[in-house]
């Protein structure tokens, strides 16, 4: 492959079969291996993933996003999608939408007894708080970047004074 072919290739493609993977786990509900897809592409403002997601498991608490939306390819297997306070099936082939806001709390859980393989695609919108209605925790982010990233998880509470602490 000539050089320029190689060097748009290296921004622009990124093959599922070839990311390195990671496993996340933790017991008794959670149980992936993941890889991200964007990392080092010419991709700005979106993020992707591969998972693989074992049977009877879960990849991340039920939460909800303020600022970003994601997509989900269901690309192997089945599986229900926790959402809204109801469970709806899901298999090879589908495509979810969901949007920002606090209407559509999610989460993909295996409930089958095989692997379930599918892509996440969000939006990397910063500032994001992402919501967790079981935990009644919040994250907030302020920058997707490694390097100045602002981050906090919390649970709720009373608010603070807008004064408390400051001379």
Not at 18 to 40: K, N, T
Request: aromatic share 8%; glycine share 6%; with cysteine.
């Amino acid at each position: 492959m000539p050089d320029q072919a190689r060097q748009l290739a290296e921004k622009l493609i990124r093959n599922v079969d070839a990311v390195a993977m990671h496993h996340i786990s933790r017991e008794p509900l959670y149980d992936a291996q993941f890889g991200r897809l964007a990392p080092g592409t010419a991709a700005e403002k979106l993020g992707a993933s591969i998972t693989i997601l074992e049977p009877g498991k879960r990849t991340c608490p039920y939460h909800l996003h303020n600022a970003q939306e994601e997509m989900f390819v269901i690309l192997d297997g089945l599986g229900s999608l926790r959402v809204a306070g109801e469970m709806l099936p899901i298999r090879s082939g589908d495509v979810i939408f969901i949007p920002a806001g606090p209407d559509y709390p999610h989460q993909i859980v295996n409930t089958s007894d095989r692997p379930l393989k599918y892509l996440s695609i969000s939006t990397l919108e910063v500032p994001e708080i992402c919501e967790y209605p079981d935990s009644k925790k919040y994250a907030a982010y302020a920058s997707e970047t490694e390097e100045n990233r602002f981050d906090a998880l919390q649970r709720l509470a009373p608010n603070l004074d807008y004064w408390d602490g400051e001379p």
